[in-house]
């Protein structure tokens, strides 16, 4: 819809209080009333109905008022960017609701039982998943033993079909694993280089790597009392390495705990040299509930895909100085109602106002969807009354 408007309808000076007022209390539900009233066919409206943050409204504004005319389409711009960002967004969440899933499962003598349990359970998986509007575009397999076993792998790429999976799986002989410890890290490796994950049929898509063992990698980095035969062996690639690729292609790991025997394993797995973040563990020692914690991880999975990753590093909040200037504003602060009977009638919530002047720190600590935070300092009759900053009621630009 085009958007209309007609600046010479309003008063400027009107217009410069409620900029003010959306600039210190933007989240204030008066205050959108008062902006829905005032600029009805105005692009502020929509920069405020589609979320664009108030300081860059006022910022817009500001930066547009040279020649003492508001710029209209300073704010217009800021619309079509918001209208242009919520459409990407859109279009993200519709496609991670495709999910890759691909099981690493420890294929040695003690798995028989769990292997068994994939193989049964990956319709039932499945059919879990697409009734909640998401769509299984491919299914895989990673069966890994030991370095003493003829056959240290069994790999099946990306399939929609289920029959193939379970033909697959169940051909696969659980034995083998001299030791305790087994080559973890070479099937993590099989896993991670040889299924098609970079596939550009699968950009955006919600990828869901399910680790199933008993037993931790080969290497006392990864266990404190196993039997090992080759505890001083270094896989290459490193398990870091590993990681960085499973966050490089966007695969979200999740691990179906047995006993206890991974868990210095997963503590490794989730260090900021690895994985980055904490590892959910699921209880899969119960045969029964590997379908139930699959889904659930894949559900996990799905909401966090769109989300846009960074491994940028954010600088601490940067400190006012005498350079930054004072901008004179109105405070208003809203009471608590004075009674529930009153609240429930409608009654206006008692207001404070104050002329007050303020200034913030020039460089943002973080500028997001959801945040835009500040360090900044309030001041009545040239007096420094308070700082403020993002966790204080001193806070300014939050999203309307």
Known sequence: MQVKHSPQKYDEEELMDLMKEMMVSCREKVIMKRCFELFKESPALWAVVQGV???????????????????????????????????????????????????????????????????TQIVDIVKKVEETSCKVVGVGFVGYKDFDDDQQFDVLSFTKNL???????????????NDEAENVLGGLEKAVFELDWADKGFDGCTKVLYHIADAPPHNTKYHDDANDNHEDYEHNPSSEELFQKINELNIMYYFGRINS??????????????????????????????????TSSVMESVSLTPKEKTKKKIDPLADVCDEDPWVSCSLKEYSFPRSVEGLSRGEKLPIKRNDVEIRIAAHPFADGAERLAFKGEVRCFGEVQQAFNSTTRWQLCQNV
């Open 53 to 119: 943050k108030a300081g860059e409204i006022v910022l817009g504004y500001l930066n547009g008022k040279d020649d003492k005319n508001i710029k209209w389409e300073v704010m217009e711009q800021l619309v079509l960017n918001t209208r242009r960002k919520q459409k990407a967004l859109l279009e993200r969440f519709i496609r991670a609701q495709q999910v890759l899933l691909c099981f690493l499962v420890d294929t040695t003598g003690s798995m028989a039982g769990h292997m068994r349990a994939v193989r």
């Open 163 to 177: 029959e193939t999976f379970k033909s697959f799986v169940g051909n696969i002989e659980a034995d083998g694993g």
């Open 261 to 294: 025997s991974c868990e210095k394993m997963i503590n490794v797995f989730s260090d900021e040299m690895h994985y980055g973040r904490e590892i959910e563990a699921f209880d899969n020692e119960d045969i029964l509930r590997i379908a139930d914690s699959v």
